[in-house]
């Protein structure tokens, strides 16, 4: 079919970037070649429902097929992220992005996993909204709308959650402020904003007890203290892995504002008590775990920004080695970021996909047995099936251990005189 062939030249060009990112440059194409059929489809055959039918599966074939490795859903979701981020790809107007947006929610619709879109998307717009890389709270409203328009609201709830969680940080950072304001010893001498996030609606991240450094230590103590009379049944657990600290660096030549997060403040700042420290007495005194230390101090001695001097040679960080203040750091500019080295997470957010769908499995099991009582695995499979195809194409090997793990735990129950039918367990 000519509209896949060129769906897929297009994906097979991806990589030939024209100075914007490969995604913008792929998308680009296919919106292009989406709106040139759609025109032929309502103008030369008058909107003939069989040749809307004909585009529809092309490009479902088109939009389901995977790229250099990546899925659609994946690819979509980084031209999201561009379009939508502070200092995106591309400088777009409010009604080119309205445009954009909406030819983004017509190619979702195409995609079979569309859980797979959200997830990856939930990742990007938590990016966002946490290190303030979001160019407009509206825009991202927007493409929510939108998605809800089309995907429903049980799609989309996470994600306005999330907007609304972020929202709210004005206003609970004020009344924080005046709290302080009404107790003195409650001070910790440093600004600091606090953005409480609803568990239910963020992606997971992993905790850790760090040894904050004595005034941090302190901020986080007065905003438990200011919480916990503000919301009594309300438990905080703190993420410090995404918080973002201002430093000022003093060096020899000049004194260098570094935008850090949090485990890289805390770990610069056991330099103002001692010039070097080794490896062990840093994770010793944070109480970081080896796979964080490394990337935090790999962040401060390996790569650009050589804040700290490592001893030994070579850009990997030994348990053995030792770093020293390094007085004469300079930079060009007086206000710096230090970024640390990415992690992987695909594989995690893979896994939560995964563990999303079985859940879903399972409800709707229950409820096609709660309401039917009495099914063939064969009818129930179907069902199953029909049902959960809206957001991701089930399994039929999976649904049958799902059907099986029902039965396990009592849901559900063969019929003894025919066991390829299910009973349900009221």
Same mark, same amino acid.
């Given at each position: 079919?000519?509209?896949?062939?060129? #769906?897929?030249?297009?994906? @097979?060009?991806?990589?030939?970037?024209?100075?914007?990112?490969?995604?913008?440059?792929?998308?680009?194409?296919?919106?292009?070649?989406?709106?040139?059929?759609?025109?032929?489809?309502?103008? !030369?055959?008058?909107?003939?429902?069989?040749?809307?039918?004909?585009?529809?599966?092309?490009?479902?074939?088109? !939009?389901?097929?995977?790229?250099?490795?990546?899925?659609? +859903?994946?690819?979509?979701?980084?031209?999201?992220?561009?379009?939508?981020?502070?200092? $995106?790809? &591309?400088?777009? %107007?409010?009604? #080119?992005?309205?445009?954009?947006?909406?030819?983004?929610?017509?190619?979702?619709?195409?995609?079979?996993?569309?859980?797979?879109?959200?997830?990856?998307?939930?990742?990007?717009?938590?990016?966002?909204?946490?290190?303030?890389?979001?160019?407009?709270?509206?825009?991202?409203?927007?493409?929510?709308?939108?998605?809800?328009?089309?995907?429903?609201? @049980?799609?989309?709830?996470?994600?306005?959650?999330?907007?609304?969680?972020? %929202?709210?940080?004005?206003?609970?950072?004020?009344?924080?402020?005046?709290?302080?304001?009404?107790?003195?010893?409650?001070?910790?001498?440093?600004?600091?904003?606090?953005?409480?996030?609803?568990?239910?609606?963020?992606?997971?991240?992993?905790?850790?007890?760090?040894?904050?450094?004595?005034?941090?230590?302190?901020?986080?103590?007065?905003?438990?203290?200011?919480?916990?009379?503000?919301?009594?049944?309300?438990?905080?657990?703190?993420?410090?892995?995404?918080?973002?600290?201002?430093?000022?660096?003093?060096?020899?030549?000049?004194?260098?504002?570094?935008?850090?997060?949090?485990?890289?403040?805390?770990?610069?700042?056991?330099?103002?008590?001692?010039?070097?420290?080794? *490896?062990?007495?840093?994770?010793?005194?944070?109480?970081?775990?080896?796979?964080?230390?490394?990337?935090?101090?790999?962040?401060? %001695?390996? +790569?650009? *920004?050589?804040?700290?001097?490592?001893? %030994?040679? $070579?850009?990997?960080?030994?348990?053995?080695?030792?770093?020293?203040?390094?007085?004469?750091?300079?930079?060009?500019?007086?206000?710096?970021?230090?970024? =640390?080295?990415?992690?992987?997470?695909?594989?995690?957010?893979?896994?939560?996909?995964?563990?999303?769908?079985?859940?879903?499995?399972?409800?709707?099991?229950?409820?096609?047995?709660?309401?039917?009582?009495?099914?063939?695995?064969?009818?129930?499979?179907? &069902? !199953?099936?029909?049902?959960?195809?809206?957001?991701?194409?089930?399994?039929?090997?999976?649904?049958?251990?799902?059907?099986?793990?029902?039965?396990?735990?009592?849901?559900?129950?063969?019929? =003894?005189?025919?066991?390829?039918?299910?009973?349900?367990?009221?």
């Amino acid at each position: 079919m000519v509209v896949v062939q060129q #769906a897929a030249d297009a994906a @097979q060009n991806k990589t030939e970037s024209s100075g914007s990112s490969p995604e913008q440059d792929f998308f680009k194409k296919a919106f292009e070649i989406h709106d040139k059929y759609m025109v032929y489809v309502k103008g !030369c055959f008058a909107d003939n429902t069989i040749f809307h039918k004909a585009l529809k599966e092309a490009f479902e074939v088109f !939009c389901n097929k995977s790229v250099a490795g990546s899925s659609t +859903a994946e690819l979509l979701v980084s031209y999201c992220d561009n379009t939508l981020k502070k200092g $995106g790809n &591309e400088q777009l %107007s409010d009604d #080119a992005i309205e445009d954009t947006l909406d030819k983004v929610v017509k190619l979702v619709m195409y995609i079979s996993d569309k859980d797979v879109f959200a997830e990856f998307y939930r990742k990007k717009l938590s990016r966002r909204l946490l290190f303030d890389r979001s160019g407009n709270e509206e825009h991202e409203r927007l493409i929510l709308s939108k998605l809800k328009q089309q995907c429903g609201g @049980q799609f989309t709830s996470k994600m306005e959650g999330m907007v609304t969680d972020l %929202s709210l940080v004005k206003e609970n950072q004020t009344h924080f402020q005046e709290y302080i304001s009404n107790n003195p010893a409650a001070n910790p001498g440093i600004d600091m904003t606090v953005t409480v996030l609803t568990t239910g609606y963020w992606p997971s991240y992993k905790s850790c007890d760090l040894n904050l450094p004595v005034k941090m230590a302190k901020g986080v103590e007065s905003f438990k203290e200011f919480y916990q009379k503000k919301t009594k049944h309300r438990k905080l657990t703190w993420i410090f892995s995404l918080g973002q600290c201002d430093l000022n660096g003093k060096f020899e030549q000049k004194t260098i504002e570094l935008i850090l997060r949090t485990y890289q403040a805390a770990a610069l700042l056991l330099f103002n008590a001692s010039d070097k420290w080794s *490896y062990s007495d840093i994770k010793s005194e944070l109480n970081l775990a080896n796979e964080d230390l490394t990337r935090v101090l790999a962040s401060v %001695s390996c +790569a650009k *920004y050589k804040i700290l001097n490592k001893e %030994s040679n $070579g850009r990997t960080i030994s348990l053995t080695d030792t770093f020293e203040f390094n007085t004469q750091f300079t930079d060009k500019m007086r206000r710096i970021r230090v970024p =640390l080295p990415p992690v992987d997470d695909r594989k995690k957010m893979v896994e939560e996909v995964g563990k999303d769908r079985r859940y879903a499995i399972d409800a709707c099991l229950v409820r096609i047995m709660k309401a039917k009582k009495v099914l063939t695995q064969q009818q129930l499979i179907l &069902e !199953c099936v029909e049902q959960l195809s809206k957001m991701f194409k089930p399994d039929v090997k999976a649904i049958k251990k799902r059907i099986e793990d029902l039965i396990t735990r009592d849901y559900l129950e063969r019929d =003894l005189e025919n066991t390829n039918t299910y009973k349900y367990i009221a």
